[in-house]
């Protein structure tokens, strides 16, 4: 098994703590320990915490918060995982074998395609579009080309909603389509849903969950909850998939952390979960404005607006490639920001707007000085 550079991750590992102005994350600014412990009973029970195993795939207690935010669903429909990111990987490992296809929502958090060519399989992208204008625009899916697209050798769909890097969020019927269109070759669906809870207006985005037989959700802490630093993620099956999927953690990490396990109870407590999606959107809602503002003021930047996520996918027309001009970016000003390219998407940046507003204004301002100095494509 050979994996190729994600390069993603291994750009941000490298110089998220290097950088002076760091625009690279795609979550809100993290929440500290003592503002999520803040009673006095969370905080005296994670100091007489034994440090022993906890149940490797998750506390029953954690398991049943999980699960009731599924309708239908039980605790036996939940795994714990080491973050979203390993809820992806063992998912993969169950699921795909050499000679499988799998078709691949584009652009896309590359996890889940890098790891699918490890093991064997075919890799089909299946790209969002640009749909609509002005503020009508959304990035959108083009049913017809998944239909084309899937066929007997389809092993999984793999989505992302809300999406990453875009921001767009897929509708109910477009979802219900994806899983006639799944069916049809016995295919699984599998929805990351990391961003769902941090919606820029609309309520909740619909999850794939109960549309499907053969829908799985990934999903976990980090983004829309700010809670990033626990690592802790689930996947949402049917119990016979969950079974060897924890077979599977088994040979990977084991279990999660034990005080990360308690951390997360006390994220998912019904009024505490409504606070820190409260918190997620407050601060989505309040930076988009500042972020588009800045976007609107400089030459050759377009976007479309997102939907959720406190990122923003913004279309350049400034020379070179895009993973070139972020690190001219980096090594000039000190600003770290994602190329479209590590998407499979040059031609635009990623970036993010979760951060503290005056340290975002202070950054943009850096990214648009330096733009100007390398000059946009003659029209």
């Not at 635009?348 to 943009?364: M, Q, T, V």
Request: glycine content about 8%; hydrophobic content about 40%.
């Amino acid at each position: 098994m050979k994996l190729e550079t994600f390069a993603l991750e291994r750009v941000q590992s490298i110089w998220e703590n290097r950088v002076a102005w760091n625009l690279s994350e795609s979550g809100v600014h993290p929440l500290k320990v003592k503002e999520l412990a803040n009673t006095t009973a969370h905080h005296d029970g994670l100091l007489e915490l034994e440090l022993g195993y906890p149940q490797t795939n998750g506390t029953i207690e954690l398991r049943n918060l999980i699960a009731a935010l599924y309708a239908g669903a039980t605790r036996d429909h939940v795994q714990v995982t080491n973050g979203g990111s390993e809820a992806n990987c063992i998912l993969l490992m169950r699921l795909v074998s050499p000679g499988d296809e799998i078709v691949f929502m584009t652009p896309n958090y590359m996890q889940a395609s890098g790891l699918a060519r490890a093991l064997g399989a075919t890799v089909r992208p299946w790209r969002l579009r640009e749909h609509g204008s002005g503020d009508a625009a959304r990035w959108a899916p083009d049913l017809d080309e998944l239909r084309q697209l899937v066929s007997s050798r389809t092993r999984a769909i793999l989505i992302c909603n809300p999406n990453n890097p875009t921001g767009a969020r897929l509708t109910d019927t477009e979802l219900d389509e994806i899983c006639r269109i799944a069916a049809g070759a016995g295919a699984w669906v599998l929805a990351d849903e990391i961003y769902r809870g941090a919606e820029r207006e609309a309520a909740d985005t619909p999850t794939i969950w109960g549309r499907y037989e053969r829908a799985i959700v990934s999903t976990g802490l980090s983004k829309a909850y700010g809670l990033p630093g626990l690592r802790i993620g689930w996947i949402v099956a049917p119990p016979s998939l969950i079974d060897e999927v924890w077979a599977v953690h088994d040979y990977t990490t084991i279990a999660p952390g034990g005080i990360n396990d308690r951390l997360a109870r006390i994220a998912l407590e019904p009024e505490r979960r409504a606070t820190l999606l409260a918190r997620t959107r407050g601060i989505i809602r309040a930076n988009y404005p500042l972020v588009r503002r800045w976007i609107e003021q400089q030459d050759g930047l377009s976007h479309i607006a997102p939907e959720a996520g406190a990122i923003v996918f913004v279309r350049h027309e400034h020379p070179g490639p895009s993973s070139k001009l972020t690190e001219r970016l980096r090594e000039e000003r000190s600003v770290l920001i994602v190329p479209g390219d590590y998407f499979d998407m040059d031609g635009y940046l990623r970036i993010g707007f979760g951060s503290d507003p005056a340290y975002l204004e202070s950054a943009l301002t850096l990214v648009g000085e330096f733009l100007r100095s390398v000059g946009v494509h003659a029209r």
